[in-house]
T-cell receptor, first 115, second 117 residues
Framework: GAGVSQSPSNKVTEKGKDVELRCDPI?????LYWYRQSLGQGLEFLIY????????KSGLPSDRFSAERTGGSVSTLTIQRTQQEDSAVYLC?????????????FGPGTRLTVL | AQKITQTQPGMFVQEKEAVTLDCTYD???????LFWYKQPSSGEMIFLIY??????QNATEGRYSLNFQRARKSANLVISASQLGDSAMYFC??????????????FGRGTSLIVHP
């Protein structure tokens, strides 16, 4: 089957605009994660979805960030009123279920540039 | 305090030689998982190897092995017979066995590996 896909691959926007980033996880994976990676840095956790449970939003940096996951599959990360410091690569990952190896499989990322 | 520490920002190795990338972790959980990922310049994170805290044997996957020392809280990645294609960033990560089912891995800052011909 296909891996995790993300769209768009690149997004350039003006400061103050809203953006939506999409993640399509591997079919059957119940867990979905969003991370942010700034240039030369490690991964910063943003939000985690597991099945029908309430998402863990503890990593969202501000209330300008939100995410939803429809039907337990596709997820959209929305950034409102973008700022230049939001420029980063946004990575999505999915895994089969928590516990055990719980290996995360990552998408190719969306590179966001806020001018 | 950082939960995952990768002390080597950059490493160089000659092609065909072995290299060890260091990773130490901090947790009070007894049950946890340790992962290594590779991120080439293309940007995609590629899963390499997993070690569970209760696994008796060190994990191996082809040329990759994980030198797991529980008492020292270290999980070093060993790459044998380095290849030019191994040049990439390498990230160590840990997933703690939290109650409530929230399994969110923590990642280190990464080590850049360059393989010389």
């Amino acid at each position: 089957g296909a891996g995790v896909s993300q769209s768009p691959s690149n997004k350039v926007t003006e400061k103050g605009k809203d953006v939506e980033l999409r993640c399509d996880p591997i079919s059957g994976h119940t867990a979905l994660y969003w991370y942010r990676q700034s240039l030369g840095q490690g991964l910063e956790f943003l939000i985690y979805f597991q099945g029908n449970s309430a998402p863990d939003k503890s990593g969202l940096p501000s209330d300008r960030f939100s995410a939803e996951r429809t039907g337990g599959s596709v997820s959209t990360l929305t950034i409102q009123r973008t700022q230049q410091e939001d420029s980063a690569v946004y990575l999505c990952a999915s895994s089969l279920a928590p516990g055990g190896p719980d290996t995360q499989y990552f998408g190719p990322g969306t590179r966001l540039t806020v001018l | 305090a950082q939960k995952i520490t990768q002390t080597q920002p950059g490493m160089f190795v000659q092609e065909k030689e072995a290299v060890t990338l260091d990773c130490t972790y901090d947790t009070s959980d007894q049950s946890y998982g340790l992962f290594w990922y590779k991120q080439p310049s293309s940007g995609e994170m590629i899963f390499l190897i997993y070690q569970g805290s209760y696994d008796e044997q060190n994990a191996t996957e082809g040329r990759y092995s994980l030198n797991f020392q529980r008492a020292r809280k270290s999980a070093n990645l060993v790459i044998s017979a380095s290849q030019l294609g191994d040049s990439a960033m390498y990230f160590c990560a840990m997933r703690e066995g939290r109650t409530g089912g929230s399994y969110i891995p923590t990642f280190g800052r990464g080590t850049s590996l360059i393989v010389h011909p």
